[in-house]
């Protein structure tokens, strides 16, 4: 009896011990040929909840790539990525689930509605706390091509593999499920892993996990992989390495990052001083090996490094190598121990790699610039950019964001936030964050805290809200800022001295908070370019009067180190010499440049254009406020002269821009700008336009391309007269009052947008409605639609002039709106710019304009790749005249849309187009030039 109880007793012991880690045990043949993986796998997951679980979840993200419609599918098209909508379907990846089991029994699954790359499972028995679910699965792989999310097979047959089998979701009180959006942040438990894999001969596999290798017959190998406590899934197969393997005393990196061609013995040492420097400072790591790759790399690179071509060094190869190993090294040292929800906690794991890059570089090139070796050269090292240290990119990229007003909170959902967020702002702020609190706190506690919250919590489920708890518990100083405002919300830091009383031995000041954040600010009191005091102000909800001691101060700075990322630092500083040193000196620089907060810069830069065929090259200068980063008020003036009209032209601007918070309306600008220019031979036209802008967005979705807009303006137009003109009218000067609103949502499948327009001047007033539509189809197909109206409300302009009147298919741009090289032009390769505006048609008929009203519709839809067949129908009303119907016809070339396009008409009133003399001058193309608009084709993937 006793001795059966013993056994028992072992049995429920083994028992513990077999079932006390989940676990994934995985066959896998891999059919690289057919780009197809069968997968026979086991699950085993415990409930560690408290509650009862009915149905399990798990991931299947290679199903992701499955359709058009997946919400990876959808992230491309959010950022204008076309290659996954154009791809062919055998290009993209999915798995087919053939059986899920449970003790034999067949269990009832299905995809989520929207989200095929997660599965729902309903259990046979419900799962209790702290028991085990065991399923077994049966599915097939169909690998997806690496061109898409650089993860799938290459051109070459070589496998680079991440979520590429069904794991199990976390459940801690709720289901943390969410859908691939090629982030590389799946959030699942750690597992001790299993995995046998069968794959031809000719391939080597790298992976960081433990290998056993089978010995090979003549078609396949079959080697078993196996790791304990692991979350990570990379596996890749290449038919030569290409890695190369550095082993230290705690650990071995497999790494194939670029090494610039260093030598073997550098590589070496800079292996071994990273790693010593990320033991040292993150605790030991508990695997024994970590698998770094360039794929890593490419998609967080260091920003700055790259922006170069390779052929240019500026600066040293070490420097370069090792920031790369390191930043990547980092990263995947967290993502494999600090086992947070990627997703919704990603701040923690940015803030920690940023941080320690950031000291890294402070350690061991605390005089590296941000320009590298450029800042020595001659022309180069005037510019205040040549002053940035390294580590102030940082700062200022967040700062670019902060100051258009698209920041978003750190504990944003990664997945809400723009690409330039995600990818920049967010990891800087949050690295930055933590720079600013250390500061703070003082005595190295940051570091050791951050350590210690590493190795206690390593390979366990935390959250940041645990980091928090601990930090607290290691300083007195109240940090609840950092976490409510800083990390948690939009709000800007903004400080200013207000006043100062002075004595010789005491400074009273009075301290301004600009913006509602409750952070605290560094001051210091300078001699000279000495520091002689620091202080930290905190709780200043609005004015704050301190009193320090003088010791012989003759200068007060706020933020003098410039670790706090601040939004304003052109009033930090107050000079105790007396009222005059408080004005800070003009500056003249070349060129745009980084923001000097010591000084009013004005910025100049020769001027080259060619803008119409009247002026022909212009030369001038301009002179300018704008900074690298955005500024509220900004002005520009830019006299030129004409080399073909011989005359002096030019223009100057001048504008203010509020930016508003948690609000949809987000910004407001108003301003007036002004211009003098030919607009035909020996014509010059002199505007001045005063305007009001309201810009409108989704403020809960910023990724959201929904933008509104209403614009109120006054055009003041001054031409001079010219009876033989072919534009002339009888009033060569006039006013007008715009009312613009425009709603679009700007989207690379579907496409829309609309606008109303209302101008009332002294001799007409006019209403006119537009809208546009583009569908992509899954065909590839392209549907343009563009509906135009237009109607005189009033209209007592010269009867014998069409200057006013809608046009057809070339408007006479009263307005000055539109970049045409030759508005006055009425024949020649300049009367063939084609702009899309009003009637929208391409051929020139019989019935250019309209006095009255006006109706048409533009069409246009793909025949192959690039090349569309459009064509135009539309209704003409003059005073007078009887309604004429008028269309056109023809093919365009889409070369990029909205940007460079060619159309060549074939059939319209006038007939066959295409036969008839002359037919090179009937064609029209539309082209841009103006760098503003060439960007936008980058900023709508950023932004």
Known sequence: MKLHGFFSLTLVFLSIISFGQNKIDLKANFDIENRKITVSQTIQYKNTSQDVLQSIYLNDWNNSYSTKKTPLAIRFAEEYDNKFHLAKNEDRG???????????DTLVFNQLKNQPDVIKVELKTPLQPNEFYSIDLEYIVQIPKDKFTNYG???????????????????NGEWQYYSNKNLDDLFIPKADLSLEITYPNGYIIISDLNLNKSPQNAKKQIINLVGKDRVSNKLLFRKRSGFETIETQNLSLISNIDNDGLELMDRVLITEKITKFILKNLGDYPHKKLLLTDIDYNKDPIYGLNFLPSFIKVYPITFKYEL?????AIRNYLENTLLINPRKDQWLIDGIQIYYLMNYVEEHYPNMKFLGSLADFWGVRSFHAADMTFNDKYVFAFMSMSRTNRDQPLTMSKDSLLKFNANLANKYKAGVGLKYLDDFINSNVLENTLKSFLEKTKLQLTSPKEFEDHLKSKTPK??????NDYINTRKKIDFKIKKITKTEDSITLTLKNKRNSNTPISLYALNNDSIVSKYWIENVRENKTITIPRNDANKLVLNYNRVIPEFNQRDNWKSLKGFFFNNKPLQFRLFKDIEDPNYNQVFLMPLAEFNNIYDGFTFGLKAYNTTLLRKQFNYKIQPRYALKSKSFTGSASASMTHYLENSNLYSINYGIKGGYSSYAEDLFVRKIIPSLTFLFRNDNDFRSNKRQRLKLRYIDINRDEDVNNIVNTTEPNYNIFNINYLNSNDNLINFSKWSTDLQIAKTFSKVSFNYEYRRLFESNRQLNLRFFTGAFLSNRTDATSDYFSFALDRPTDYLFDYNYLGRSEASGIFSQQYITAEGGFKSKLETPFANQWISTINT????WK?????????IV?????????????GIRIDLVTDYFEIYFPIYSNLGWEIGQPNYDQKIRFKFTLDPQSLLGLFRRRWY
């Open 94 to 104: 999915y798995s087919v689930i053939t059986s899920i089991k449970q003790n034999n």
């Open 877 to 889: 009303k003059n005073k007078f005249e009887n309604l004429k119907f008028v269309y056109d016809s």
């Open 324 to 328: 790369k190993l390191l930043k990547v």
């Open 478 to 483: 109240d940090v609840d800022w950092f976490f």
């Open 153 to 171: 097979i290459s051109e070459y047959g070589e496998l680079t593999l991440k979520y590429w089998y069904i794991t199990p979701a976390v459940y």
């Open 860 to 863: 246009s839809t793909t025949l």
């Open 866 to 874: 690039y090349i569309l067949a459009y064509g135009d129908i539309g």
